[in-house]
């Protein structure tokens, strides 16, 4: 079943987002040569704290920290560690989020590590997170799950990569979100005809939209931690995600500051207003 949300409860998840948006400022800033994965989870203690919210993934099935730190090769639910320190030329992806009042968001991005980056990581970056935006511009009345799926995978394929293609991440995917972390339905970054084409789009449907990409392989492994999510073949990734919700005016991207008026603005569409604004 799809938990459909009243506007009252859009915005209160609004405020779990915003508490998002503040941890992903914050741990951006903190994420220098030098720092360590653990220095960024207590970044993002701090900001909850500061905040009055809860962490979801302290906790979550046994994950041990308030954040996933993925380092290069990891492509999600890196555990922050003392002993993983980060050096100029690492990309991370941070995922993370926060919960208000029993409402949630969740949200990730991928940073660069000091400077010097190869254009293909950046290219990569770019094309994870335009991806992303090209799923929520698909959240519209009367699509279904799929249409965002198609616009995610059309997206990155479409983008030129020497040597071969970029690999969409098959093992994890998108969610719903609301009163859980995690809920109905799971969100493909691809289009698989088995799996139909999932619920239709109606106003209080809320989705967590989040590619990962690869410079290479689409699968992965998990290490012995039962956490930590590799490609097999080495290649690194990058991670995006913001929690949506579709409503009467549009899609509200609830863990962006703006709301994501300047990105769905770039696909002709118009934001729905901030509930609190």
Request: aromatic content about 6%; charged content about 20%.
């Amino acid at each position: 079943m799809v938990q459909i949300k009243t506007p009252e409860q859009i915005a209160k998840m609004r405020e779990a987002g915003l508490v998002v948006a503040a941890i992903h400022a914050a741990t951006r800033e903190a994420a220098v040569p030098g720092a360590t994965t653990r220095d960024l989870d207590q970044v993002a203690r701090k900001v909850l704290a500061e905040h009055d919210a809860k962490p979801n993934f302290l906790g979550y099935g046994g994950f041990p920290a308030t954040i996933c730190t993925s380092v290069n090769e990891v492509v999600v639910h890196g555990i922050p560690s003392d002993e993983v320190v980060l050096k100029d030329g690492d990309i991370i992806s941070i995922d993370c989020g926060a919960i208000i009042d029993g409402w949630h968001g969740d949200a990730a991005y991928t940073a660069f590590v000091g400077s010097g980056h190869a254009p293909e990581l950046l290219e990569l970056s770019r094309v994870t997170e335009e991806s992303m935006w090209a799923g929520i511009a698909a959240m519209k009345q009367g699509n279904r799950l799929v249409d965002v799926s198609r616009a995610i995978e059309t997206y990155i394929r479409r983008q030129p990569k020497p040597g071969g293609r970029y690999g969409i991440i098959e093992d994890y995917g998108g969610h719903g979100i609301g009163t859980e972390m995690h809920m109905d339905p799971h969100l493909l970054n691809y289009v698989d005809r088995r799996r139909g084409k999932g619920p239709k789009l109606v106003t209080g449907f809320c989705l967590a939209i989040e590619p990962m990409v690869s410079l290479g392989t689409p699968r992965t492994e998990v290490l012995s931690d039962d956490w930590t999510v590799i490609t097999t073949d080495g290649t690194w990734s990058s991670h995006w995600e913001h929690s949506v919700a579709l409503t009467d005016e549009g899609p509200l991207v609830l863990t962006a500051p703006d709301g994501g008026r300047a990105k769905l603005a770039e696909h002709g569409i118009t934001a729905a207003p901030d509930p609190l604004a």
